[in-house]
């Protein structure tokens, strides 16, 4: 699983990195006519820009330290996540990652770089990037995996103490 959080993490930061080398910010570059853009956009606010005209000390201390907590909070998940099933360890991997992502752009820049721009007509979805689609599939995996049935390890108490699973 761990190499899976390093490569969201390393292609999150590359895609990042190559949209700031190449669009300048405010730039769009069309890929699918009248459905999907390139963008360069930032975002010093958090999902869908929720916060991004707050005071300054919201967006400059605030979201970096909400942030760093729950980074921290997914960590130990993952860390304690080894009896889990693999979907569970992959969905913690995948939104680790990605919590990872933004937090350094907004730990390093102040705000988070998004450049996938979808839409149809003048219906646009929020501009956002690799990091918001991993979280966004990890959390979806989770959500998956709670509608599944009995999650216990087959090694779990039940089976050591006798008591039918």
Request: aromatic content about 10%; cysteine-free; charged content about 15%.
């Amino acid at each position: 699983m761990a190499a899976m959080g390093t490569g969201i993490l390393a292609l999150d930061q590359l895609t990042k990195r190559a949209v700031a080398d190449w669009l300048p910010y405010g730039g769009s570059y069309p890929v699918v006519d009248g459905f999907f853009n390139l963008v360069h956009a930032r975002n010093t606010g958090i999902a869908f820009s929720l916060f991004a005209d707050s005071a300054p000390w919201v967006r400059n201390f605030a979201l970096p330290a909400a942030s760093l907590a729950a980074v921290a909070l997914i960590l130990t998940m993952v860390l304690r996540s080894g009896q889990s099933s693999v979907l569970t360890r992959s969905a913690l991997s995948m939104i680790l990652a990605g919590a990872a992502g933004n937090l350094a752009d907004r730990w390093t820049q102040g705000y988070v770089t998004d450049f996938l721009d979808f839409y149809v007509g003048n219906l646009h979805w929020p501009s956002f990037n690799v990091a918001d689609s991993a979280i966004t599939v990890g959390v979806a995996l989770m959500l998956a995996e709670s509608f599944r049935g009995d999650h216990r390890p087959s090694s779990g108490r039940a089976s050591r103490t006798g008591l039918a699973s």
